[in-house]
């Protein structure tokens, strides 16, 4: 039987040095990951995935961080052959990175469109490619998209709209990676208490988003609390293996679908 533990497992995390992505490394560094590689943007991350990487090694995992613009598959594809290198191949890859713009569809340029589809859709499927070539046999792949996917809403047409093509990507490799035990799937965070949230939004819309979940009177700050989001991610990288092909809404009761 395989052993679906995260304990000396191998990780890699898309765009894991801040925020959810680098609470996720740590968080599995503490349930007993063996190796972790965290992957971050542009060099002003730098310091926070510094940071994010002390914290592992003190944790004991062996951890290293990769800069990269995964928009290109050339990119997905050098991010997990230097993890292989560096830590092997991963048993775990999780991409969190992501691209938000609220704007009315009359206003968005095809400059946005295109870095919108580039960032959460395109990144996101090379990502999900290269996984199914590298990830071991009995592997756990999860990406990052929303919760605006079960949501009847305007403004957000690239952002929701870039991210419902990952659902079906989530769909396809389920089934292609299946034979070889492989569990795909999403997970849809509500708004969430980050600087990704808050640069795209007005205090009238903030408040708004606080107030909107069943549950927001039971959270720190009305908004989805990363620390909310990283077990369901523990949870479908190790024990939940047999769900595969979901799209997870992590939300508070914020949308459902």
Do not use: C
Not at 158 to 178: I, L, N, P
Not at 200 to 206: I, T
Not at 216 to 243: H, N, Q, Y
């Amino acid at each position: 039987m395989a052993d679906h533990s995260i304990k000396g497992k191998t990780v890699l995390i898309a765009g894991g040095a801040k925020n959810l992505g680098g609470l996720i490394a740590r968080d599995l560094a503490a349930a007993g990951a063996k190796a972790i590689a965290i992957h971050y943007n542009s060099v002003a991350s730098k310091p926070e995935a510094d940071k994010t990487l002390a914290d592992l090694k003190a944790a004991g995992a062996h951890a290293v961080a990769f800069q990269a613009d995964l928009t290109t598959a050339a990119a997905n594809a050098k991010l997990f052959a230097d993890t292989v290198a560096a830590i092997g191949k991963p048993d775990i890859a999780i991409n969190t990175v992501g691209k938000v713009l609220k704007k009315p569809i009359a206003e968005t340029s095809e400059d946005e469109f295109d870095a919108m589809f580039a960032v959460n859709t395109k990144a996101a499927y090379f990502f999900i490619k290269e996984a199914g070539a590298h990830l071991n046999d009995n592997g756990k792949l999860l990406t990052l998209v929303t919760s605006l996917l079960g949501a009847y809403t305007p403004f957000y047409s690239t952002y929701a709209g870039s991210k419902a093509a990952v659902e079906h990507f989530t769909r396809a490799a389920s089934k292609e990676y299946g034979a070889r035990g492989i569990s795909v799937n999403a997970v849809g965070p509500g708004p969430m208490d980050t600087p990704f949230f808050y640069g795209q939004e007005a205090p009238d819309a903030v408040a708004y988003h606080k107030a909107a979940a069943a549950l927001s009177a039971f959270s720190k700050t009305g908004l989805t609390d990363i620390e909310d989001i990283a077990p369901f991610v523990r949870f479908l990288v190790s024990d939940g293996w047999w769900m595969t092909g979901q799209t997870i809404l992590v939300n508070g009761g914020y949308t459902t679908k």
